[in-house]
């Protein structure tokens, strides 16, 4: 079964818009980290944000924000005022505390269009 | 840029041979990570190095082997090179084989088997 879901393969934004990427997640442990990296064309990995399983208040890391709803088993990130240089792939991550390896999605392409 | 450097950046390689890949990690890092990214699709998990010893291993074959050294740096071997191993192969290191925050990925070995 696949434990990331990433249903938007492509988006185009706007410049200075806000963006949501979409990411649902299916795991059986009650502890778990989620997380979010980009990786622009040259294949790098970047770390943009971490939310745990037990923590009470949405993560922001500056223009991004995690949009956790536990219950939905959702974990949505939100850029706000996009720029042309979050023009990327995103993917979407988990880690379960029972396990050593990180689980990733598809990704999603983000265009920010000028 | 994360302190993590993988060498080399590029290499081709010809079906059955072998092929060494090296990933010197983060000042303090005692864990590495490493995963495969086919065009297209988010990383898979090979298998995760600390202090020296294997410390889990995803769905891969045991000619995907590794390596980790004392000062942490890593390596994966890839025996009898299959066209379906051309792929991006990104290392990541952390602090600690438990439950972190973040891990910093390299920029990747991109690896063409012809």
């Known amino acids: 079964a696949q434990k990331i879901t990433q249903t938007q393969p492509g988006m185009f934004v706007q410049e200075k818009e806000a963006v949501t990427l979409d990411c649902t997640y299916d795991t059986s442990d009650p502890s778990y980290g989620l997380f979010w990296y980009k990786q622009p064309s040259s294949g790098e990995m970047i770390f943009l944000i971490y939310?745990?399983?037990?923590?009470?208040q949405n993560a922001t890391e500056g223009r991004y924000s995690l949009n956790f709803q536990k219950a939905r088993k959702s974990a949505n990130l939100v850029i706000s005022a996009s720029q042309l240089g979050d023009s990327a792939m995103y993917f979407c991550?988990?880690?379960?505390?029972?396990?050593?390896?990180?689980?990733f999605g598809k990704g999603t392409r983000l265009h920010i269009l000028p | 840029e994360t302190g993590v450097t993988q060498s080399p950046t590029h290499l081709i390689k010809t079906r059955g041979q072998q092929v060494t890949l090296r990933c010197s990690s983060q000042s303090g890092h005692n864990t590495v990570s490493w995963y495969q990214q086919a065009l297209g699709q988010g990383p898979q998990f090979i298998f995760q190095?600390?202090?020296?010893?294997?410390?889990g291993r995803g769905n891969f074959p045991p000619r995907f082997s590794g390596l980790q050294f004392p000062n942490y740096s890593s390596e994966l071997n890839v025996n009898a090179l299959e066209l379906d191993d051309s792929a991006l192969y990104l290392c990541?290191?952390?602090?600690?084989?438990?439950?972190?925050?973040?891990?910093?990925f390299g920029q990747g070995t991109r690896l063409t088997v012809v």
């Open positions: 939310q745990g399983s037990y923590d009470q």
């Open positions: 991550a988990m880690r379960e505390d029972r396990d050593d390896k990180i689980i």
């Open positions: 990541a290191s952390s602090l600690g084989s438990g439950r972190e925050t973040e891990a910093f």
């Open positions: 190095y600390y202090r020296e010893e294997e410390n």
